[in-house]
């Protein structure tokens, strides 16, 4: 059974990792509920869930099959901790479907808030 994926940097169409959604489906583009933002990590950003209420963070929603999510886990370093996969509130049309997101699982201090949308 496929996975529906929010990608909002580096995996996006047009960007330096999107090969890593080859043969995968695009949904179509999405923005996240509040209280989301972005990071500058190095070359590439971090999603992290705020408490304060932030405009969402602006991205895209794929179909992944079950080989290709276990390759972009291990590309994301969630064993390594990096990233963890989970669930995430969109917004309308998809806000009523369970939808994954890679969410930054490290500290952000000192690090430049991007707010929502991330160019590569």
Known sequence: MNTLLFVYGTLKRGCSNHHHLAGQTFVGEARTARGFCLFALTGYPGLVAREDPTDGVVGEVWSVDPEKLRHLDEFER????????VPIALRSPFAEQPIDAYLYARQVDGRRDLGSNWVE
Not at 78 to 85: F, K, S, T
């Open 78 to 85: 969630v064993a390594e901790g990096l990233y963890q996969r």
